[in-house]
């Protein structure tokens, strides 16, 4: 089957293009996200500080400061602008910063660099850098080793007192989904004390739609307001209606997987190396290709001009394809159980690989040993997040929608109808939070929701990071 041209461009545009482990720096200097970085000119008192220092420079392209042409987290930028982005992406306050006119273009210049967080954010991802590639502390103590006097801290503390080694070595497990998840459930008081059971479900309803939207959107109360004309305007929306949708979305992924197989040899993709390690690429693509096919029967998304389909796709593809694979994740046995399209099977089974009832089971320790030594770390994550993430407790009807808030989400995309994009992603999370009141309760969905927001945040660096390996070139 071949798919419409407006709906994937990144992958099937002119030529066809795959993804490749990346080996060298200069091949990702060629990719569409290096390209779009705006091009910078030394002016002439930048550049006798070039010959004085042996350092080129420019101006930022954030606040216009003096800065070395240096890339920092994919994009050029002064020290103060790579400082502040790290802290906003760490610290998880990218979607709770609101432009403080209200036009999202704000002057971000030397001398008020700091008057609008939300435009100056901006501005830095419009110059190329990328959330993904931001380390957190914990990561940069493994990679660079601890910052200075950190070391001493550490142990002067053991050394004073050896029962302090005990809460340092449960830090080093907060990424355990367990005590994630536990440490998550205590915020759920601080919900109830605003959704009184003493109401009736139409007002407690009413309080917590307004409460999920701003929970889901920016992880905090009353952050995001939602007008009582809009909640009039989707009024309509209700459980049974976010129950059929999820039903045609499961019937939809489920036609995806079945016409288009990892297999497919008009397009010389296979789901092995002759080397017997998985082609990691083939079988990213064809993920991609299935979540394009289950978006092709979306009126909203169809409607949307080929610019802004594009937009949203090369920024939330990865993501909603993971979430869609989850649906397959086993909790108890830890594994993912593949329903096998007709080509898929054949090619197992002339390749002796065991595929019982048309299905492949496989977990991590299936498919570490059969991928690029580069990916292991990324794919060790994706299987922690499976992990953590059916620990949340997300019924599968409301999986299917999360697909769909997921491919709306237009945090870091520059779109010609953002105003269609945020009507079509509130009403997507209207019917999210309409199917997990059904089955949660109203508290109950606030609190997914609040959880969902990081997890989210948490599989999209994820993914971007994945996306540095696998880096789109041309045949």
């Not at 200097?29 to 500080?49: D, M």
């Not at 949340?392 to 999360?402: E, F, Q, R, S, T």
């Not at 199917?435 to 989210?456: F, M, P, R, W």
Request: charged fraction near 25%; hydrophobic fraction near 35%.
């Amino acid at each position: 089957m071949v798919l419409a041209d407006p709906i994937m461009p990144m992958w099937h545009h002119e030529n066809e293009k795959v993804w490749k482990s990346q080996s060298e720096k200069s091949e990702f200097h060629k990719s569409k996200n290096y390209q779009e970085t705006p091009q910078l000119e030394a002016n002439p008192v930048q550049q006798s500080e070039e010959t004085s220092t042996g350092k080129s420079t420019i101006d930022c392209p954030v606040c216009g400061d003096t800065a070395i042409a240096h890339f920092h987290y994919g994009g050029m930028c002064c020290y103060s602008c790579k400082a502040f982005f790290r802290r906003v992406v760490n610290t998880y306050k990218a979607t709770k910063y609101k432009c403080r006119s209200g036009t999202g273009q704000c002057d971000v210049s030397l001398a008020n660099r700091r008057s609008c967080q939300a435009c100056r954010y901006k501005k830095c991802i419009a110059a190329g850098m990328k959330p993904g590639l931001v380390l957190s502390d914990e990561q940069c103590s493994k990679r660079f080793g601890p910052r200075k006097g950190e070391a001493e801290e550490r142990a002067s503390a053991e050394i004073g007192n050896n029962v302090l080694e005990q809460p340092e070595k449960k830090s080093e497990k907060i990424c355990n989904p367990i005590i994630r998840v536990e440490r998550e459930a205590a915020i759920e008081n601080e919900f109830a004390v605003l959704i009184d059971n003493e109401k009736s479900y139409e007002e407690q309803n009413k309080i917590g739609r307004t409460l999920f939207l701003s929970l889901i959107s920016t992880g905090s109360v009353n952050a995001q307001k939602i007008s009582e004309e809009q909640l009039e305007k989707l009024d309509g929306l209700n459980d049974n209606l976010a129950m059929m949708l999820s039903f045609q979305i499961d019937r939809q992924l489920s036609n995806a997987r079945k016409f288009l197989p990892f297999c497919q040899p008009s397009k010389q993709r296979q789901l092995f190396l002759p080397t017997g390690q998985v082609n990691t690429s083939d079988v990213l693509n064809t993920l991609v290709e299935q979540t394009v096919l289950l978006l092709k029967h979306n009126k909203h998304f169809t409607s949307l001009s080929k610019a802004d389909q594009t937009e949203l796709m090369e920024e939330n593809v990865m993501v909603a394809s993971l979430i869609s694979c989850f649906q397959l994740y086993n909790q108890k046995h830890k594994n993912i159980t593949w329903p096998l399209a007709e080509a898929d099977f054949m090619y197992l089974r002339t390749s002796n690989i065991k595929a019982s009832n048309t299905r492949a089971t496989f977990g991590l320790q299936d498919v570490l040993p059969r991928i690029d030594s580069e990916l292991k770390k990324e794919i060790i994550k994706i299987f922690d997040f499976f992990e953590y993430f059916s620990l949340i407790g997300v019924p599968k009807p409301a999986l299917n929608l999360i697909i769909l808030v997921v491919i709306f989400s237009h945090d870091n995309c520059n779109l010609e109808d953002k105003k269609s994009v945020e009507e079509h992603r509130c009403r997507y999370l209207l019917l999210l939070f309409e199917c997990l009141s059904q089955t949660e309760g109203v508290l109950g969905a606030c609190n997914i929701a609040y959880k969902l927001h990081g997890v989210l945040h948490d599989l999209d660096r994820i993914c971007q990071l994945l996306g540095q390996k696998m880096v789109c070139v041309k045949e």
